[in-house]
């Protein structure tokens, strides 16, 4: 029989698993920028040894084995690096990493639109080889693979690791390939292994991936290594050989070969210690064959002997070891037969130990890690002033996501004071993994640190270091920032394009950005969020938060409550107690009904009274009604989740401005832009309020569309807008004075059905109030008569429709508080006006696009907006997630004269 050698290189080296132990330490930064690469994957070659960078860049290897080891640096864009070191109890002087940026490593994994039937039939071939005899491996990405075939040599090459999971050790890792080769007659495989354990709740899994570990184990080139360190070879069944004559033919018969052509190995003296630390080197100057008496294989070499039967042979004549049998100069070894047959299939971490326990993880553990949900926001700019708004798009990141759709629907986004108290809380709305509002500053608030915090319910389950947190400075009119010369950083997944190479103020521009196809031609979609900031107004300072460093998910905690206390929310909870007439708590069937008549629901009391409505959709402070109404119902407000000792500070350095700040407050700029509308037509001459003949008359059919009646009149009557300060909408008119003086808008008195509506503002009540329930609407721009001061405002008078029956019994309601409604970004457009001298267009955030949404590279996303007033450079941020994972921050200036 011919013998077929096959040759398997692997470039692992590692150290020896002792007691004695040190730590490895340092930083990986960007070699051109020196910017920190936080996430780089930092991890001893083909081990479980492994951490990444924090967002500074440091990383320490803690509780390395001493010795020879290499560390391995991987981020995707990058040039991998390995490094030789040697631990040392002593310690070592911390590294410095420089990673090259490499353009073309994206471009060869791109992916064609569909893999021909010849890729396939290569991709077989490949795994045939790669994983050998084991058929319960599996590429989780083999679309990154491309293959080549010439002079009966097939290759195969991938740039970015491939994930492979061994349903048979149970591990999951990632390999670098950088090599692979095969032919007829011999295979390479050249990489590197980052091994990750995989769990399992199953005890008789967990006990058979530790007998299978074991097994390979004993059929490794490790195991013999040791054996022949510590001279153990006849008590683990290994009998070596070589031949008689080099080259000579081989037959399938061993009686045949021993009698011939083989002689036993001479094994005395064979194994040197080094001066290095646990280094030895194993004399191998003839080729081996080894037996394994102890073993049993079904692919035979010899029909006449069952056990498996491999060869080594050297190019230096020697191995080098350490102490538990790792090969520490495998290129220099050719390993074939039995303990090439498993080959990556085959192959356990160099940290593994036999006889090594693996914990069985609990089903709550693993639910915990299936259900894993983490939120970043991205905000229009890093600084704010008193009045301003605090714009903010929110991107969802899911362990699982095809959960998406079945995980929380409900953000909450709080605003912390530096004295640890919330000065502003919004509960926000998540639609398919994005969520986005503003947090209104108010005018009075006290200049100083922030923190913007968000979260859901169920993320408290995982603990409050999961939260979103993002320093937030606001600062006083006489302060600004010190300006950091920073240049545009733009991301190569993502092309931005402009109109024109300059332009005007008060000028429209035009931008498209895209996916780069050419690039990953897999990337079809994508979410993202655009703020264009004025450099002169928000000068360019570094943010301490970024899509790139807080989107990725965070690892689980170690330590977890047994029972899930906090629920996935669908929608808003409302919680309660039902009290009668006398206070005491009852138990009682409910039916409650929103003032809106946005449906019905029901609930019944327990003993002591307490209800829970779940998954509710409502805005605002919403009046329910509810019966019976003999009693009263007392909200119970959520909890507040603690707050960690240590919140984020802001690294922006202050300065004191020689002229103070001018900047647009809340809404000042809408209300300077809106247009003068002249309305013409006949009145109705029918009015049925008692106080004048209403200026302005609206049918209530004419109102069907809208959602509410507040949306309905602001945008039916000339003059009228909608603004929003301190969680409360206000309906006020232009011409008027927006603030009084009180600090609060002034709005008209509202009527409904000519009953006055008091302790609430006529924005919120309106917004409650359902059109398709209202007949008619009666405004009046001024009216003194009967209406004291506030009639200087004017009035409106909402009349509801008629119905048959009447229930003239008296209605019992509470109030709760439902979503916060997304405010949308005031904007000029001055292709239709320009305004006057008395106003100045000063913005700081020229433009905020909380969501758009990318649905195919070769339709690229329009938008515009117009340069305001200001001159100078102006820079754009686009923040956003693919639909594979990748993360986006690309930025872009443009130039604006006069």
């Not at 951490?51 to 010795?67: H, I, Q, R």
């Not at 993202?528 to 690892?555: C, G, Q, R, W, Y």
């Not at 909200?635 to 401005?657: A, F, G, I, M």
């Not at 209300?671 to 009015?687: D, H, R, S």
Request: charged content about 20%.
């Amino acid at each position: 029989m011919k013998h077929i050698s096959l040759l398997i290189f692997f470039i692992f080296i590692s150290g020896n698993i002792l007691a004695q132990t040190g730590k490895i330490s340092g930083r990986v930064i960007d070699a051109k920028t020196l910017e920190p690469l936080p996430f780089t994957n930092v991890y001893i070659n083909n081990t479980t040894i492994g951490v990444t960078t924090d967002t500074s860049g440091k990383f320490t290897l803690p509780n390395l084995p001493l010795g020879s080891a290499e560390i391995v640096f991987s981020f995707i864009g990058y040039i991998p690096q390995q490094l030789k070191v040697v631990v040392k109890e002593t310690g070592n002087v911390p590294l410095s990493i420089l990673l090259i940026a490499d353009s073309q490593q994206l471009s060869e994994v791109a992916i064609k639109s569909g893999r021909d039937k010849n890729w396939e039939k290569q991709l077989k071939k490949f795994e045939k080889v790669f994983f050998g005899n084991n058929a319960n491996c599996k590429i989780l990405n083999s679309w990154v693979l491309d293959f080549t075939e010439e002079n009966n040599m097939m290759t195969a090459k991938a740039s970015v690791p491939l994930e492979i999971e061994n349903d048979v050790l149970g591990y999951k890792f990632f390999f670098q390939l950088k090599k692979f080769s095969f032919s007829a007659t011999e295979f390479s495989i050249v990489g590197n292994i980052r091994f990750t354990e995989m769990e399992t709740t199953d005890k008789s899994v967990a006990a058979t991936w530790m007998k299978n570990r074991e097994s390979a184990y004993r059929a490794s080139a490790k195991f013999l290594m040791k054996s022949i360190l510590d001279g153990n070879m006849s008590k683990h069944g290994f009998v070596i050989y070589k031949d008689k004559l080099k080259g000579s033919p081989r037959s399938d018969n061993f009686s045949l070969e021993i009698k011939h052509n083989l002689l036993p190995y001479d094994t005395t003296g064979m194994v040197a210690r080094l001066s290095g630390i646990n280094e030895f080197r194993i004399g191998v100057k003839e080729k081996m064959e080894v037996h394994n008496k102890l073993d049993y294989t079904k692919n035979r070499f010899y029909l006449d002997v069952n056990n498996p039967v491999s060869w080594l042979e050297t190019r230096n004549g020697y191995i080098l070891t350490n102490k538990e049998g790792t090969i520490l100069n495998p290129t220099d070894v050719a390993i074939s037969g039995s303990m090439a047959d498993g080959r990556v299939s085959g192959m356990l971490p160099f940290d593994y130990k036999p006889g090594s326990i693996i914990t069985v993880q609990s089903p709550e553990s693993l639910l915990a890690k299936s259900l894993q949900e983490k939120v970043y926001l991205h905000t229009d700019r890093p600084y704010y002033y008193p009045g301003e708004n605090i714009w903010f798009s929110g991107f969802m990141n899911y362990s699982t996501p095809g959960l998406m759709d079945t995980l929380s629907k409900v953000l909450y986004v709080d605003l912390i004071a530096a004295d640890k108290k919330i000065s502003k809380n919004l509960v926000i709305p998540i639609d398919s993994g994005r969520a986005a509002g503003s947090i209104q500053i108010p005018s009075k608030i006290l200049p100083g640190n922030y923190v913007l915090r968000a979260y859901t319910q169920w993320m408290r389950n995982y603990g409050i270091d999961q939260f979103f947190y993002k320093p937030v400075t606001i600062l006083s009119p006489a302060e600004g920032i010190e300006g950091i010369a920073s240049v545009p950083v733009a991301d190569n997944l993502l092309k931005v394009k402009f109109d024109k190479t300059e332009y005007k103020t008060m000028s429209r521009v035009k931008m498209t950005f895209g996916l780069d196809s050419t690039i990953l031609n897999n990337l079809v979609k994508g979410t993202f969020s655009v703020t264009v900031l004025d450099e002169k107004l928000t000068v360019p300072a570094t943010e301490s938060a970024s899509i790139k460093n807080d989107f990725e998910m965070l690892a689980v905690p170690k330590v977890m409550a047994t029972e899930f206390k906090y629920p996935i929310e669908a929608g808003i909870s409302l919680d309660g107690i039902y009290q009668d007439k006398k206070g005491k708590p009852k138990k009682a069937k409910l039916t409650f009904i929103p003032e809106n008549m946005g449906g019905i629901f029901q609930a019944v009391t327990t003993n002591t009274g307490e209800f829970s409505l779940k998954n509710m959709i409502f805005y605002d402070s919403t009046k329910f009604v509810f019966q019976p109404s003999e009693g009263k119902i007392i909200v119970v407000n959520q909890d507040t989740p603690y707050l960690p000792e240590k919140l984020p500070v802001s690294n922006l350095k202050h300065k004191s401005l020689a002229t103070p700040r001018v900047y647009n407050s809340n809404d000042t700029l809408r209300a300077n832009l809106l247009k003068e509308f002249k309305v013409t037509g006949t009145k109705i001459v029918k009015p049925e309020n008692g106080y004048a003949n209403p200026d302005f008359y609206i049918k209530g059919q004419s109102m069907g569309n809208f959602g509410s009646a507040a949306e309905a009149i602001a945008a039916k009557i000339p003059g009228f807008k909608l603004i929003s300060e301190d969680n409360n909408w206000f309906l006020i008119w232009n011409r008027f004075t927006i603030t009084g003086k009180d600090g609060r808008p002034n709005e008209p008195n509202l009527y409904i059905d000519n009953v006055m509506v008091t302790g609430e503002t006529a924005g919120n009540r309106l917004f409650q109030i359902n059109p398709t329930m209202i007949d008619h609407v009666e405004v009046n721009g001024m009216i003194s008569a009967n209406q004291g001061a506030n009639g200087s405002n004017g009035l409106i008078n909402i009349f509801t429709k008629k119905t048959s029956e009447v229930d003239s019994r008296a209605l019992s309601y509470f109030s709760a508080h439902g979503f916060d409604r997304m405010l949308p970004f005031p904007q000029p457009d001055y292709d239709l006006f320009k305004p006057d001298a008395s106003h100045t267009d000063n913005r700081s955030t020229l433009y905020w696009n909380p969501r758009v949404e990318m649905t195919s590279t070769h339709i690229p996303v329009e938008l515009s907006f117009f340069t305001s007033e200001q001159t100078g450079n102006f820079r754009v941020i686009v923040e956003g997630v693919t639909n594979r994972g990748n993360t986006i921050h690309s930025e872009a200036i443009i130039h604006v004269i006069e």
